[in-house]
């Protein structure tokens, strides 16, 4: 690796430990050592994540690509729209006592520009519908 660029990554790895505010869209800052996790993470969806997949893969949504279980910074969303810069999240069982841990690490990735939809894992088992409804309607508001 060159290392200019491995002192743009440290650079952006200090700013981001800081608290500074990085917004740029053509890369986000990520910890390399969660790739491996997120890929396990894909393998091994929850159902409701696996029923949200279905509805925003292939640009289903407004055309919008999503992507599942990205890396940024030293966190792994759900899924993430680099074109809208949007995070959905999925609470349910693997968030249970973790709402704390959960609000510093939206407010951490907000920092960098990004911004959040959550969803009840109840929610999408029952009633994804509404759930797609509610992120497109979130999408129209965006592009007004």
């Given amino acids: 690796m060159h290392l200019s660029l491995l002192f743009i990554i ?28 997120a890929k396990q993470l894909r393998n091994n969806s929850t ?3 696996v029923l949200l997949w279905n509805e925003l893969k292939n640009r289903k949504l407004k055309g919008y690509r999503f992507i599942r279980q990205k890396p ?12 809208l810069f949007l995070a959905i999240e999925i609470d349910g069982s693997t ?11 939206q407010e951490e990735l907000e920092k960098l520009g990004i911004k959040f939809l959550r969803f009840n894992d109840k929610d999408v088992k029952n009633n994804i519908s509404d759930v797609v409804q509610s992120i497109a309607e979130w999408i129209e508001r965006e592009e007004s």
Avoid: M, T, W
Wanted: aromatic share 12%; glycine share 6%.
């Fill in 10 to 37: 440290f650079i952006r790895q200090y700013h981001l430990s800081k608290g500074a505010e990085i917004i740029n869209k053509d890369y986000l800052p990520y910890n390399p050592k969660l790739i491996e996790l």
């Fill in 95 to 105: 968030h249970h006592d973790k709402g704390e841990e959960d609000i510093k690490r």
């Fill in 47 to 49: 159902l409701a994540e």
């Fill in 72 to 83: 940024i910074g030293n966190y792994i969303v759900d899924f993430f729209c680099k074109e």
